[in-house]
């Protein structure tokens, strides 16, 4: 089989994190296989016509750096290429929508990781409604007095933008919290942002779990602790990985999840799991990839190529 020619979208360069970032991983994998690596950013994306293009730079890594040098832009035709990794972090706003317009344009034979149609269609925090059962005890508004008389009712939730990552603008609010009107006017922008309440989880004072899932099938995993004084697990918000041990329940639960992800052909996901529940799936740009490679000394990156290089063949 030819080298396969990838193309990454991803944030600007200079905004990753090079140690953590898991595009990156995957970039250096697929070179170190002899394919063709480009990247852009949304700004490089555009219609000529019916053809989706991008202005893209090929990525080399020269010896022992951590993050890619760029070499000249090239205007590139996607649908010539093999696969597409959309790895653009949210928020998820107009801009991302637009986007996915753009890559709905490639033909079928452009493996994309993950489609643009799967990306648009649903949201990371609303996914596990697809799986009854799953999900805490959830709100989704804009109005003010749905949320105050969701907290009302359950006594403390966690209040999340629907749009954004990373435990950005993420609180826990109590119902005697003299600043809730402050904190629900600020996470709604004065009701015009729709956020998700959901019934806080005590539990995850212990952390989360992050599981990668990759074709439907478990690849990895990791427990991420909150740092003191914190209930966000996130890793940007100051998380630290752990090891951890999956339960018979934790893999009953993405068997589930892995089978809807199949049917939606969402390739590569990250799954947050507290004790019976998931909170969210990240299906825009799954991370801990690194941290989990860091745990267990495995190269998780290779499977991932792996699989894409089958899929590709295929």
């Given at each position: 089989?030819?080298?396969?020619?990838a193309?990454?979208?991803?944030?600007?360069?200079?905004?990753?994190?090079?140690?953590?970032d898991?595009?990156?991983?995957?970039?250096?994998?697929?070179?170190?296989?002899?394919?063709?690596?480009?990247?852009?950013?949304?700004?490089?994306?555009?219609?000529?016509?019916?053809?989706?293009?991008?202005?893209?730079?090929?990525?080399?890594?020269?010896?022992?750096?951590?993050?890619?040098?760029?070499?000249?832009?090239?205007?590139?035709?996607?649908?010539?290429?093999d696969?597409?990794?959309?790895?653009?972090?949210?928020p998820?706003?107009?801009?991302?929508?637009?986007a996915?317009?753009?890559?709905?344009?490639?033909?079928?034979?452009?493996?994309q990781?993950?489609?643009?149609?799967?990306?648009?269609?649903?949201?990371?925090?609303?996914?596990?409604?697809?799986?009854?059962?799953?999900?805490?005890e959830?709100?989704?508004?804009?109005?003010?007095?749905?949320?105050?008389?969701?907290?009302?009712?359950?006594?403390?939730?966690?209040?999340?933008?629907?749009?954004?990552?990373?435990?950005?603008?993420?609180?826990s609010?109590?119902?005697?919290?003299?600043?809730?009107?402050?904190?629900?006017?600020?996470v709604?922008?004065?009701?015009?942002?729709?956020?998700?309440?959901?019934?806080?989880?005590?539990?995850?004072?212990?952390?989360?779990?992050?599981?990668?899932?990759?074709?439907?099938?478990?690849?990895?995993?990791?427990?991420?602790?909150?740092a003191?004084?914190?209930?966000?697990?996130?890793?940007n918000?100051?998380?630290?990985?752990?090891?951890?041990?999956?339960?018979d329940?934790?893999?009953?639960?993405?068997?589930?999840?892995?089978?809807?992800?199949?049917?939606?052909?969402?390739?590569l996901?990250?799954?947050?799991?507290?004790?019976?529940?998931?909170?969210?799936?990240?299906?825009?740009?799954?991370?801990?990839l690194?941290?989990?490679?860091?745990?267990?000394?495995?190269?998780l990156?290779?499977?991932?190529?792996?699989?894409?290089e089958?899929?590709?063949r295929?």
């Amino acid at each position: 089989m030819p080298a396969l020619t990838a193309v990454f979208i991803i944030d600007p360069p200079e905004r990753l994190d090079p140690p953590t970032d898991t595009s990156l991983a995957l970039m250096r994998e697929s070179l170190r296989r002899g394919q063709q690596v480009y990247y852009c950013t949304l700004s490089e994306l555009h219609l000529d016509g019916e053809a989706p293009m991008a202005r893209v730079r090929p990525v080399v890594f020269p010896p022992g750096a951590e993050l890619f040098t760029a070499g000249e832009e090239r205007e590139l035709e996607l649908a010539t290429i093999d696969v597409l990794y959309m790895r653009k972090d949210p928020p998820v706003d107009a801009a991302y929508l637009h986007a996915t317009y753009i890559l709905d344009r490639l033909p079928s034979r452009v493996l994309q990781v993950n489609p643009a149609q799967a990306l648009r269609r649903h949201c990371e925090k609303l996914i596990p409604l697809h799986l009854p059962g799953l999900l805490p005890e959830t709100i989704v508004s804009r109005a003010a007095r749905d949320l105050n008389d969701f907290l009302d009712r359950i006594g403390q939730i966690v209040l999340k933008p629907l749009d954004d990552c990373s435990g950005r603008g993420i609180f826990s609010l109590t119902r005697d919290d003299p600043n809730r009107r402050t904190l629900i006017e600020q996470v709604t922008a004065n009701g015009t942002r729709f956020v998700q309440g959901q019934r806080f989880l005590p539990e995850i004072a212990e952390g989360d779990k992050r599981v990668l899932l990759l074709g439907g099938e478990i690849l990895g995993w990791l427990r991420r602790v909150p740092a003191a004084g914190d209930f966000r697990s996130n890793v940007n918000a100051g998380g630290r990985c752990l090891p951890c041990e999956l339960t018979d329940s934790d893999r009953a639960i993405c068997a589930r999840l892995g089978a809807w992800l199949s049917g939606e052909e969402i390739h590569l996901a990250g799954a947050d799991l507290v004790g019976e529940h998931v909170l969210e799936v990240n299906i825009t740009s799954p991370s801990c990839l690194r941290e989990m490679d860091e745990l267990t000394g495995e190269r998780l990156e290779r499977k991932i190529i792996d699989y894409v290089e089958r899929r590709c063949r295929s």
